[in-house]
């Protein structure tokens, strides 16, 4: 695996290539970014992986500073795969050589809401770094994690209405044994947060339940299940049921006709904030 840390080295080893895929990613890798990286191999050749934690993306009071960094751990896990041709580890200097005054900002019916509520200015910077990575790399593919189920949609919509020649896929949220979508952020929580957070999933498979059901009351759906949450000590952002298209609140005529749905929640347990999706 050749490891680069400038524009000009990662072209230079692209150069010609007219069938790479690429994984987008902010490091401190585990198991779901290694099934992302087995994902592109299976769809083109040579793979490409970035690790570049991103200023933009994150608010004043968030975890810049904090997010773990562990670009050695992370080289050797990637060795270790073999999927991975090329690394590419910029520092800002190199991604931001002077302010980043061009931004991409998604709009606001799907941008504003949701992460986007709680986490205002999110998905533009996520929107503009990942614009920036996909003109550096020139991929023919690139992989995300359903996980992050909003920004997927985000990244999708940008890369269609910009007409960039790269195929967006998807792969499904990674989970530990006990069900917990798999993070970098999971090494924040405690060993008795850890044994709770599972719960968060749980709850998302109580309200699938619940609609399989014919519960179909959106409101109060997701009314019990923050409050099933909060009384455990989470700090509910949201737990909303949504139609996949659009991420728009389903009516009446959407449970009537079978509109594909999904779950999404955000929850804060001690200082971690988690997030998870699950479709219906």
């Known amino acids: 695996m050749k490891v680069v840390h400038t524009i000009q080295e990662l072209r230079d080893h692209l150069r010609g290539q007219t069938r790479v895929s690429f994984v987008p990613t902010m490091g401190n890798l585990h198991a ?19 690790i570049f934690v991103n200023r933009l993306q994150f608010g004043p009071s968030e975890d810049f500073d904090r997010y773990p960094r562990t670009l050695a751990e992370d080289i050797e896990k990637l060795e270790r795969e073999r999927d991975v041709y090329v690394l590419f580890a910029p520092d800002e200097k190199e991604m931001y050589p002077e302010p980043q005054n061009y931004r991409v900002q998604p709009p606001d019916d799907l ?18 770094v990942v614009l920036k990575l996909l003109s550096c790399v020139q991929p023919r593919v690139a992989v995300f994690g359903k996980k ?5 949609m985000i990244v999708r919509a940008m890369c269609r209405q910009f007409q960039l020649p790269v195929e967006v896929l998807a792969h499904e949220t990674v989970r530990a044994d006990d069900g917990l979508a798999l993070s970098s952020r999971n090494r924040y929580l405690t060993d008795a947060e850890r044994a ?20 179909h009351d959106v ?29 728009k609140a389903p009516d009446s005529a959407d449970f009537q006709t ?12 001690g200082n971690t904030r988690l997030i998870d999706n699950l479709e219906l």
């Not at 992050?148 to 997927?152: E, F, K, N, P, V």
């Not at 079978?258 to 804060?268: I, Q, R, S």
């Open 196 to 215: 709770e957070a599972p719960r968060l999933y749980a709850q998302l498979q109580a309200m699938r339940q619940q609609v399989a059901a014919g519960q």
């Open 111 to 128: 941008g504003d809401i949701l992460e986007g509520e709680f986490r205002p200015g999110f998905f533009k910077g996520v929107c503009t």
């Open 32 to 50: 779901g970014h290694l099934a992302l990286m087995k994902l592109a191999r299976q769809h083109g050749d040579p793979v490409v992986a970035s």
């Open 219 to 247: 409101a109060a759906l997701e009314q019990e299940a923050a409050g099933a949450l909060a009384a455990r000590g989470w700090l509910v952002d949201y737990m909303s049921l949504r139609r996949q298209r659009d991420l």
């Open 258 to 269: 079978g509109e594909p749905l999904v779950v999404l929640a955000a929850a804060k347990l």
């Open 148 to 152: 992050d189920y909003q920004q997927l």
